[in-house]
């Protein structure tokens, strides 16, 4: 990970720490599988709504251009940082791992083991 992120996200987990949250929010990482077969992957609090927007065209310049889009993985976070810091570091998988990362999970769905 480049030296910038690493720095940014050290320091928004040291700002979350000293922050005292009240309510429970999960987040979600989220990756969608674009027409051309590419990989998309972000970070959201309702990834019903956010995978609508990314269908309509309204989302991420990214998959404005590669529609029709298909939700191919997603996992719990428990804050904001925590998404952010599992995004960057799925965003570093090279993209055989990251199609690993996937099977796994549609592996696991197969065998009845577990939710994401």
């Known amino acids: 990970?480049?030296?910038?992120?690493?720095?940014?996200?050290?320091?928004?987990?040291?700002?979350?720490?000293?922050?005292?949250?009240?309510?429970?929010?999960?987040?979600?990482?989220?990756?969608?599988?674009?027409?051309?077969?590419?990989?998309?992957?972000?970070?959201?609090?309702?990834i019903e709504k956010r995978f609508e927007v990314h269908a309509q065209g309204k989302g991420a310049r990214y998959t404005r251009t590669r529609l029709p889009l298909e939700l191919v993985y997603q996992e719990t976070c428990k804050t904001r940082?925590?998404?952010?810091?599992?995004?960057?570091?799925?965003?570093?998988l090279p993209r055989v791992k990251k199609l690993a990362l996937i099977k796994g999970v549609a592996a696991k769905r197969k065998r009845g083991i577990g939710k994401s």
């Open 81 to 92: 940082t925590a998404a952010l810091i599992r995004e960057c570091a799925v965003k570093t």
């Open 1 to 46: 990970m480049e030296k910038i992120y690493k720095r940014m996200l050290d320091g928004m987990k040291k700002k979350e720490n000293q922050k005292r949250r009240t309510k429970k929010e999960k987040w979600f990482l989220y990756i969608l599988r674009c027409n051309d077969l590419s990989l998309y992957t972000g970070v959201t609090k309702d």
